[in-house]
């Protein structure tokens, strides 16, 4: 079967087409699709990926959608807690400065963190974070060796001074 039109545009018949596809495949070999259709098994293997990509697709779409319209809700009820006018209670009483109420502030900063999280996972979500990258350092045989190098330089500098250390000590006193 020829490809008709743009192969790189997708239609609603080519969609169907696809979907057909992959329906006639299900408990089939590639090669019995390809031969009940008329064409090669690359031919099915492509229209099979694009029917599954094309059905999982708008489910992840969905499933993010329905995680957003969530963290809004959590959103909505963080920014509540926010706005409110917390007062501080101790011991079951409401602690007074010259007679009015005290406002207990935590509530207010814990809210605050709760919105930065969520904010944080929605950028997740939608991709607006770059992707953190791990810094590695390479190390070639040349740093290493000059570092052993380096190393024993100056444990043959200790060693030296050891040994003068010890062939003064067992010198004889110089007489004068």
Not at 41 to 51: D, N, P
Not at 135 to 159: F, H, P, R
Request: charged share 30%; net charge negative.
């Amino acid at each position: 079967m020829a490809a008709r039109g743009n192969p790189y545009q997708r239609s609603y018949t080519t969609a169907e087409r696809d979907a057909e596809i992959a329906r006639y495949c299900i408990g089939r070999t590639v090669s019995e699709a390809a031969e009940h259709f008329g064409v090669n098994k690359s031919t099915i293997s492509r229209a099979r990926a694009r029917a599954i990509d094309a059905v999982i697709r708008p489910a992840g779409e969905e499933a993010k959608a329905a995680e957003l319209l969530e963290l809004d809700a959590l959103a909505v009820e963080a920014w509540q807690v926010l706005r409110a006018n917390h007062i501080h209670v101790s011991d079951g009483r409401v602690v007074r400065d010259d007679g009015q109420p005290i406002l207990d502030h935590k509530p207010v900063l814990m809210a605050i963190d709760r919105i930065l999280r969520i904010q944080e996972r929605r950028a997740r979500l939608m991709g607006y974070d770059a992707p953190t990258r791990k810094v590695v350092e390479v190390l070639t045989n040349d740093v290493v060796d000059q570092a052993i190098a380096q190393e024993l330089a100056a444990m043959e500098a200790l060693d030296a001074g050891r040994s003068a250390d010890r062939e003064a000590a067992a010198a004889p006193p110089a007489t004068s």
